[in-house]
T-cell receptor, first 110, second 116 residues
């Protein structure tokens, strides 16, 4: 079946360092969404990318959608302790379902 | 806007009992709601898609008689875990689709179920 793979599973960085998580789909996606889940919390919608090659920024966060609409990345510049959490990508399949990646858990050491 | 609530947030029950979880969209109408299950340190697994006024569509491997879903109105969907067993202990999260053209889902805060 359709899968969305996300790497790395875990990332520990020093505060101020950059962080990137990557997402790859086995098939072309109609869009990709990114969510953040804090420990003990629920996923919170961050952004949606729809167009091939699209790049969007939210302050220190940069989101990219690949030209083939099969991969995406989230890059955080100069991480802060408030960035701690698990970041999930989720692709909308051709059947309309949201398929989540495994998530990347970010730890930031102050 | 786009607030989704879930009740209860925590539930502990004895094996064999049934537990009902409510999911409400507070400030918008949701024609579609989704139910997910999340095990510790794992991703969200879609259990079923719930459409108002019709039967839910279950994902492969999810027992529909075990996890009863009712989407009675445009703002309420319920998930009932029947005859719960310890292996049903998990974090259950619902989401609602506010705008079908955007396909953005808004998640509830989740319900942690512990079956003893």
């Amino acid at each position: 079946g359709q899968q969305v793979m996300q790497i790395p599973q875990y990332q520990h960085v020093q505060e101020g360092e950059d962080f990137t998580t990557y997402c790859n789909s086995s098939t072309t996606l109609s869009n990709i969404q990114w969510y953040k889940q804090r420990p003990g919390g629920h996923p919170v919608f961050l952004i949606q990318l729809v167009k091939s090659g699209e790049v969007k920024k939210q302050k220190r966060l940069t989101f990219q959608f690949g030209e083939a609409k099969k991969n995406s990345s989230l890059h955080i510049t100069a991480t802060q302790t408030t960035d701690v959490g698990t970041y999930f990508c989720a692709g909308t399949s051709n059947t309309g379902k949201l398929i989540f990646g495994q998530g990347t858990t970010l730890q930031v050491k102050p | 806007g786009a607030v989704v609530s879930q009740h209860p947030s925590w539930v502990i029950c004895k094996s064999g009992t049934s537990v009902k979880i409510e999911c409400r969209s507070l400030d918008f109408q949701a024609t579609t709601m989704f139910w997910y299950r999340q095990f510790p340190k794992q991703s969200l697994m879609l259990m079923a898609t719930s459409n108002e006024g019709s039967k839910a569509t279950y994902e492969q491997g999810v027992e529909k008689d075990k996890f009863l879903i009712n989407h009675a109105s445009l703002t309420l969907s319920t998930l009932t875990v029947t005859s719960a067993h310890p292996e049903d202990s998990s974090f259950y999260i619902c989401s609602a689709d506010r705008d079908t053209s955007q396909e953005t889902q808004y998640f509830g805060p989740g319900t942690r179920l512990l079956v003893l």
